[in-house]
T-cell receptor
């Protein structure tokens, strides 16, 4: 159980393109979803937290207009990287959490984004 | 200040031996959770084990156990009978805050290499 599907797994696109990444909880209702960014050989950096039906809470230094997050249902959250540039190239990984506090986050498989 | 500290950037262990990965944390919240995740080279984050701050006993999940020493604020992961497939990056994480405003903080990770 507790499967999180993240799509696409790889994206290569030109500078200036907007890219949408989907994160779905397949077999549980995700009350909270998290979006992380991970640079090579580094830890996960939390970008934003979203609760279903409400606006995402962004971490300091993360541009809201650059990284648009929508959490429209209990099973789907999307991250849109708008007008992506090479410096946005990274590994983006979502996670979903349901239930009580001691339930772990369950992670998607991540999206490798390369902006040319 | 670092809230989650993993002091071992890399570790080697012989197959079938046990290994301990260190994690110390810093929080003033009385209620928190501690997690360990495994990240293979393929990138996905795999949940291994959870310890709640009020749990009296150390958590165990198969070959994984968490050595929780609350007074020392440490939550070391012990992997018994290491297998080649255990080679991966391991992250310690802490959950702080209240329901609806949870925040997860990850350590910098420890890269474990299991030797045949």
């Amino acid at each position: 159980g507790a499967v999180v599907s993240q799509h696409p797994s790889w994206v290569i696109c030109k500078s200036g393109t907007s890219v949408k990444i989907e994160c779905r909880s397949l077999d549980f209702q995700a009350t909270t979803m998290f979006w992380y960014r991970q640079f090579p050989k580094q830890s996960l950096m939390l970008m934003a937290t979203s609760n279903e039906g409400s606006k995402a809470t962004y971490e300091q230094g993360v541009e809201k207009d650059k990284f648009l997050i929508n959490h429209a249902s209990l099973t789907l959250s999307t991250l849109t990287v708008t007008s992506a540039h090479p410096e946005d190239s990274s590994f983006y990984i979502c996670s979903a959490k349901g239930g009580t506090g001691n339930q772990p986050q369950h992670f998607g498989d991540g999206t490798r984004l390369s902006i040319l | 200040a670092q809230k989650i500290t993993q002091t071992q950037p890399g570790m080697f262990v012989q197959e079938k031996e046990a290994v301990t990965l260190d994690c110390t944390y810093d929080t003033s919240d009385p209620s928190y959770g501690l997690f360990w995740y495994k990240q293979p080279s393929s990138g996905e984050m795999i949940f291994l084990i959870y310890q709640g701050s009020y749990d009296q006993q150390n958590a165990t999940e198969g070959r994984y156990s968490l050595n929780f020493q609350k007074a020392r604020k440490s939550a070391n992961l012990v992997i018994s009978a290491s297998q080649l497939g255990d080679s991966a990056m391991y992250f310690c994480a802490m959950r702080e805050g209240r329901s609806g405003t949870y925040k997860y903080i990850f350590g910098t990770g420890t890269r474990l290499k299991v030797l045949a």
